[in-house]
């Protein structure tokens, strides 16, 4: 294939990509933004093994085999309340390839036309240094994060006497290795920047919380775009360096919204919890253990319900976990049957990862026009009869707005304490997942069910037959 055909299909599958980042912005056209996403990588993929480039297609065969059929595998294994840390290993995935990619040009520079051993050209060299820096941070910190959200390592800020300044120094040497790299272009410096940038990725994101996980999750998404947009310079893939820009810049943007949504600094982000005081607390459940609560059941829940006029439903990963989407969509119908005006509340970092309540909900087949965010939703809980919470925790704790010691204070959060009665749907009076206690579980307008999120969904909508 020539080299202005290929220049043609690759212009066209960034065309495609940025109308799937388009639609991707709306969930009513998400569908078809995955449709063109998709077209655009089929096309990218099929341009680049046609290139005269391109040799040995056994190993590529034998690649594609291999990563499609695990890929294969842990999409139909995958469950839903899995979803966080599979985007969090991907992105690992991300950043190794880039890592990996940057070596392997390194080692064969002719074969990616940037020179020959040891008379690498120079902006080629920069270039290379900023790609593995990035992939190796994404890589480290994509694993961090992955063994948080999946309970390996927890959620508790893992902090220690003077980390910035250690990491301000890892980013100083990281800095003078690619210099020196880039004159002496020595094996030893280029996998010396390497190890740097592991270490540091590692240091970056062990300091920051579980209730901030999910900003760090589309964080490293924005890196691993950087990641691949560096290498895509040192190979000269048009399509590589559009589409990392494309990734890199769409996770910012969303990193920065949601650290707006939860009154971070996106700089806390960057620099691995910059600014955090150490000595906060992250756990304040003896602080209220002595409190009684009300204790009630589905049959009140169901009762009270169905004697509202307004009802706003707050799901949160305890919905996930007990996969009771679909048993709350047809408790929610049975009461919409009978005039009650319900709608749902979602806040921006339900759940682990952006977009995680929406896309239950949307699995549930729930109609966009209920699902409502934070700021939309806020001011009418006031005014609302009944708030049924199902498993969300960290989200609509007072604590955020009350308790300076909190590690989510000043985060603004959902007022369902404002609502006429609250009922609150938890297995346990366990802390969320930031290990703050809830100060809605001791609120006087709260009921608190304890239980199986699915299994109390099921009861209130056999009461509610029965009444």
């Keep these: 294939m020539s080299e ?33 996403a998709m077209c655009g990588m089929a096309i990218a993929v099929l341009t680049t093994l046609l290139s005269s480039r391109v040799s040995h ?34 992105h690992s995935l991300v950043g190794l390839a880039a890592v990996l990619v940057a070596a392997a040009a390194f080692y064969s520079p002719q074969a990616f036309d940037i020179g020959t051993v040891q008379h690498i050209h120079t902006a080629s060299l920069f270039e290379m240094s900023l790609g593995i820096i990035v992939g190796a941070i994404t890589f480290t910190g994509s694993i961090v994060a992955f063994s948080k959200l999946q309970g390996l390592v927890s959620g508790k800020p893992l902090q220690f006497a003077n980390q910035h300044k250690v990491n301000a120094m890892l980013g100083v040497l990281l800095a003078v290795f690619t ?18 940038a592991f270490i540091l990725g590692f240091l970056l994101i062990l300091p920051i919380g579980g209730a901030d996980m999910p900003v760090v999750v ?11 947009a560096g290498i895509g310079f040192t190979l000269n893939n048009h399509v590589l360096i559009i589409v990392g820009a494309l990734v890199g ?22 620099l691995g919890g910059f600014g955090c005081d150490a000595n906060m607390t992250t756990d304040t459940h003896t602080k209220h253990s002595d409190k009684p609560i009300k204790a009630s059941s589905a ?56 977009g995680h309540m929406n896309v239950l909900l ?17 001011s009418d809980f ?28 000043g985060m603004p959060i959902l007022d369902v304490e404002n609502a006429r009665t609250v009922f609150f749907v938890k297995r346990t009076l366990a802390s969320g997942y930031a290990g703050v206690d809830n100060e809605l579980f001791y609120r006087d307008n709260t009921m608190m069910v304890l239980g199986d999120a699915k299994k109390v969904c099921e009861e209130i909508i056999k009461s509610l037959k029965d009444l």
């Design 382 to 409: 006031a005014a609302t009869d009944v708030v049924f919470v199902i498993g969300a925790n960290d989200i609509t704790n007072p604590a955020a707005k009350t308790d300076k010691s909190s590690p989510i204070y």
């Design 57 to 90: 297609y056994q190993y590529i065969l034998l690649a594609i085999i291999i990563g499609g059929s695990i890929g294969t595998y842990i999409a139909k294994k995958i469950e839903m309340t899995a979803l966080p840390q599979l985007v969090a290993a991907f």
């Design 249 to 270: 810049a769409s996770g910012a943007i969303l990193s920065y919204i949601m650290c707006k949504g939860m009154n971070r600094s996106i700089f806390n982000v960057i």
């Design 218 to 228: 589309s964080m490293l998404n924005s890196y691993s775009g950087w990641a691949a």
């Design 179 to 196: 210099l020196i790299f880039m004159i002496s272009q020595s094996t030893f410096v280029f996998w010396l920047i390497i190890m740097t």
């Design 4 to 36: 202005s055909m290929s220049s043609f299909l690759y212009l066209i599958a960034s065309i495609c990509f940025i109308m799937g980042l388009k639609k991707l912005s709306s969930a009513t056209t998400s569908r078809t933004g995955n449709l063109y």
């Design 299 to 354: 049959e009140d829940a169901a009762y009270l319900m169905s004697n509202a006029q307004t009802v706003i439903i707050v799901p949160g990963y305890g919905m996930a976990v007990a996969q009771a989407q679909h048993a709350l969509r047809e408790m929610v119908d049975l009461l919409k049957n009978t005039g009650i005006k319900v709608r749902y509340a979602i806040h921006p970092v339900a759940g682990r990862m952006p």
């Design 362 to 378: 949307a699995e549930a087949n729930v109609p966009y026009d209920e699902v409502l965010e934070l700021e939309e939703i806020n």
